[in-house]
């Protein structure tokens, strides 16, 4: 019951309060990586979770918050073209929105261009390292490329961010066996 009402505080106190700054820059994420980092509780790190893409998808600006619902809408109709247009665009009045970056690099990763995919993997991670989606869609584009030490080292850093990342823990464990020759 501790820890609903502590999630509950959390989410009220985020929400409830004003928005100060928005995306990769609001002050409110160093605490929910925090959580991220120090919680045992199944709701409080999904809480923290959501939270923190929230805020990475958030911007202060209203025209760039439209910007980023069109693209998002266009990737998940599968029009693709039209949202790489839409994030680049975004990016162009935007570059320090590590979002838009990530988006994009999202979209050339389903079309099956990892090496752009890769070049707004790394502005995303310039921009917002402890940025968790985009080091573990570099770890997959890493291993569909071949590269187990590279992916490795991608899901690495992911889970050094987000230590209850679901699914990366046992993708590590079978990478390091692969990569480091020990048996299964």
Do not use: C
Not at 64 to 81: C, H, I, N, P, V
Request: proline fraction near 4%; aromatic fraction near 8%; hydrophobic fraction near 45%.
């Amino acid at each position: 019951m501790r820890r609903f009402l502590s999630v509950f505080l959390l989410l009220a106190g985020l929400f409830g309060a004003p928005s100060v700054v928005a995306d990769q820059t609001d002050p409110r994420l160093d605490n929910l990586f925090n959580i991220l980092q120090s919680s045992d509780e199944h709701l409080e790190l999904r809480a923290a979770e959501s939270l923190i893409w929230s805020t990475w998808n958030h911007h202060d600006n209203a025209e760039y918050r439209k910007l980023m619902r069109m693209g998002t809408r266009s990737m998940d109709a599968g029009q693709f073209e039209q949202a790489i247009g839409i994030f680049s665009s975004l990016i162009q009045k935007a570059p320090d929105f590590a979002e838009a970056w990530n988006k994009r690099a999202t979209i050339y990763f389903m079309i099956g261009d990892y090496s752009l995919s890769i070049e707004d993997v790394d502005r995303t991670l310039a921009l917002e390292p402890r940025h968790f989606g985009a080091l573990s869609g570099l770890g997959q584009i890493e291993l569909l490329r071949g590269n187990g030490d590279a992916a490795l080292n991608a899901f690495e850093r992911a889970l050094e961010v987000h230590p209850k990342l679901p699914g990366i823990g046992r993708l590590i464990k079978k990478l390091e066996d692969d990569v480091r020759g020990r048996p299964l």
